[in-house]
């Protein structure tokens, strides 16, 4: 049974970018959507973007114009673009893949993001 994996989290100043990587371990079968949430402390667990099989991407109104989603169907994988980050992009993120015909959601990880004034 597949998982998934998440890389490229860390710490990087204001402005500063950085790109995350969500990849299977295994096989997954079955996917649809897959995306990004966040979660900042204290904070609920919010959807950065999300991106379909199809190719369709919708973002959070904040992350706007600053992140891009992207996949790789052969691979399993999707990424996530984020620049000009700000210190309230702060959050763990997660990488998510939506399974309806199983009705079942693969989380990643987690991967920490921080980002200093």
């Known amino acids: 049974q597949g998982q998934l994996v998440e890389s490229g989290g860390g710490l990087v100043q204001a402005g500063g970018s950085l790109r995350l990587s969500c990849a299977a371990s295994g096989s997954i079968f079955g996917i649809n959507a897959m995306g990004w949430y966040r979660q900042a402390p204290g904070k609920q667990r919010e959807l950065v973007a999300v991106?379909?099989?199809?190719?369709?991407?919708n973002y959070a109104d904040s992350v706007k114009g600053r992140f891009t989603i992207s996949r790789d169907n052969a691979k399993i994988a999707v990424y996530l673009q984020m620049n000009s980050l700000q210190p309230e992009d702060t959050a763990v993120y997660y990488c998510?893949?939506?399974?309806?015909?199983?009705?079942?959601?693969?989380w990643g990880q987690g991967t920490q993001v921080t980002v200093s004034s």
């Open positions: 998510y893949a939506d399974r309806p015909w199983y009705q079942s959601v693969y």
């Open positions: 991106i379909t099989s199809d190719g369709s991407t």
